[in-house]
């Protein structure tokens, strides 16, 4: 324990997760309240929030592909981490003005500067943990417990601000965290060992040659057309097409120059993701539909006190944080039984549990309080369903594709990984239109009527998950093949 520990301080490794912590609970502390602060403080309409919500989850991790090649190109990964950084900084500060194009300039500078952090951070730590492989699960696994308390710490805490406060001081609040993390990354910057990246070597210089001028101003020129995207919702309709198009490219000609067996893993990892977009725009309805639906239909009131719709975002962190090293255990004991056989039997059972949380909240709008109000008993039920299904997908899904891939195009595979990701969230705006009220009023609207449209779409998305569920129980033959085989390859 005491090598551990050292380990993490002469490789500045706790400043990487540092520097994470306050980056997760920057954008966690805005993403549990973008919708609410939307409908409430701009008085969008539900369709024009879910599609605003969908958009910035989507281009968050659309972008994380441009950071990449930026950092192996040019930037490296320290220089890429403080300038996305400082970009998603000017953007939390952004949104500390209470003015609409203030509001698009912010999450426009987020996206663009999440797009340069988030893969480099991961990468950088990946590389710091090369010299000591057999501590490397056990220092992802702080990596991902310091993601999860931070998120629930920013849900707690700018939830309750925004409902006592008033919304721009949890922005501030934002703000403050990037900052804070980004001058402890600056700090330590120099005590981190350096890595080798395509054909340059990352140093501590403190020139920048012009290439990495010309990558810089290439960032914030970015932000131009991401904010066009936002306001207007223009490019959108051909940025997605074409991310999609250009993935299923450099996927056919992946699969063209594979080996026989190669295609058939190729397809297995086809399937998975295909899969998992549908899962992930039915697991986001947590922070969209499902968050408009606590706001107005359900009853907060928890041991007398009144809970924020921002702190319910708290729940899946929360529970991740319980819930995970439970099922890592269980799967760890069956997988010694029966193998990696039973991957696809957690995918279909993580849609069923997907399905089964939406049957919760349908089965809360039939007991309703005085007010027309569902019990909060069902909300937290939901997202206890809801996580186990994440925690089954989701690991399975990435697993799959860093295990089946071929090992020469191993990192491109994977990116595409953040292609399925970022079309989970745009395809979860459709999916939470199902639950938009039409209405001018929203808040005069009877709580009878307002049930019943929330009722409707819940068991549209319940069913849809369960057939999704089916589907893939009726693939498991020929998925659980690939499996298998690859279990006992050398």
Known sequence: MAKFFHFLSVNKIWAVLLVEFFERFSFFGVRCILL?????HFSFHDRDSFSMYSIFMALTYATSLMGAFISDYSLGYKRSIILGSVLMSIGYGCLCLPFLSAFYVGLSFIIVGSGLFKP???SLLGYLCSTLDNQRETIFT????????SAALSALICGYISQVYGWQWSFVLSFA??????????????????SSQGNRKEDHATRISKREVWCIILMFLTVLPTYYTLLTRYFLNYIMPFLGTL?????AVIFYQASREERKNLLAIFIVMSISICFFALDEQGASSIALFSARNVDRTFLGM???VGQLQAITPLLIIVLGPLLACIWHSLRNKKGNSLSPLKIAAGLMFLGIGFGCLVTGTFFTGNKGQVSLFWVVLTYVCHVIGELLVSPVGLSTVTKLAPRRVNSIVVSFWFIVLSFGNYLSGFVANFASLSYSNRDAIPAEISLSIYRQAFIKMGILSLILSIFVFMLMPFIKSFFIRKEFQP
Request: charged share 5%.
């Open 36 to 40: 609410l602060y939307m409908t409430q």
């Open 120 to 122: 480099n951070v991961t």
């Open 142 to 149: 702080l990596f991902y417990t310091v993601i999860n308390i």
């Open 177 to 194: 965290a990037m900052s804070t993390g980004m001058l402890i990354f600056v700090r330590t910057e120099k005590n981190i060992p350096s």
């Open 247 to 251: 993935t299923l490219i450099f996927s």
């Open 306 to 308: 009144s809970i924020a």
